[in-house]
Structures are given as structure tokens and as C-alpha cells.
């Protein structure tokens, strides 16, 4: 099994900047891409971006694209997400998930972490 931790969340005022970090442990051997993911009070969770593992290949939400980046680090085994010019609408538990297979469903999540933007 795959364990993932989050963590980075705060809070933050509008146009400022916070990076989050999805620590992976287990057997992570096997992946395919790791996603963020967000949901806000009383929303659907809603896809924000992914990385592939080998290519690092990002694919972003149009929302968030030019703003956030996506990054891995191999040797630690952990994604980022540089989050810049932050709006309050980007506030949300904020969650990373692992993904083993490319066809496949995302097999692993983390706890999520709280990005609260005030304005």
C-alpha cells in the first residue's frame, strides 16, 4: 500500500503564495501520476492538476493554469504545488491522490490539507 501526507495548508491573503507537499511512503514502486485535488465547503471535489511519474507530463485545470505548478521530486518520493496569486475562491481541503495504472481509478489519497485565501 501506498501512504500520502499533505501538508503546507494555511491560511493566506489573496495574491499571496503557499506550496503544498504530498509525501508518498509504502510501495512506491508503482506509478503511473500523482493529482491534486480540491473540495470546498459544500462543493464537488474537483480536479486541480497531475503529474506522471516518469515524464513528468503536468496537465492543469484551466482555473488554475498559469498560476499553480505541479513538480515531483523522485528521490524524496513527494509532489509539490506551488500555488501563486491566490484567490479566495481557491480555498478548499486540498488533496493529493496516487494513481498505480493508467486506466485505472486513483488508488491511493491523502488527509488533505486546509488552504483558507482571505481577502
Known amino acids: 500500500q501506498v501512504q500520502l501526507v499533505e501538508s503546507g495548508g494555511g491560511l493566506v491573503q489573496a495574491g499571496g503564495s503557499l506550496r503544498l507537499s504530498c509525501a508518498a511512503s509504502?510501495?512506491?514502486?508503482?506509478?503511473?501520476?500523482v493529482g491534486w485535488f480540491r473540495q470546498a465547503p459544500g462543493k464537488n471535489r474537483e480536479f486541480v492538476a497531475l503529474i506522471t511519474w516518469s515524464g513528468a507530463s503536468t496537465l492543469y485545470n484551466i482555473s488554475v493554469k498559469s498560476r499553480f505548478t505541479i513538480s515531483r521530486d523522485n528521490a524524496k518520493n513527494t509532489v509539490y504545488l506551488q500555488m501563486n496569486s491566490l484567490k479566495p475562491e481557491d480555498t478548499a481541503v486540498y488533496y493529493c491522490?496516487?494513481?498505480?495504472?493508467?486506466?485505472?481509478?486513483?488508488?491511493?489519497w491523502g488527509q488533505g490539507t486546509q488552504v483558507t485565501v482571505s481577502s
Open positions: 509504502g510501495r512506491t514502486f508503482s506509478n503511473y501520476a
Open positions: 491522490a496516487w494513481k498505480t495504472k493508467s486506466d485505472g481509478e486513483y488508488d491511493y
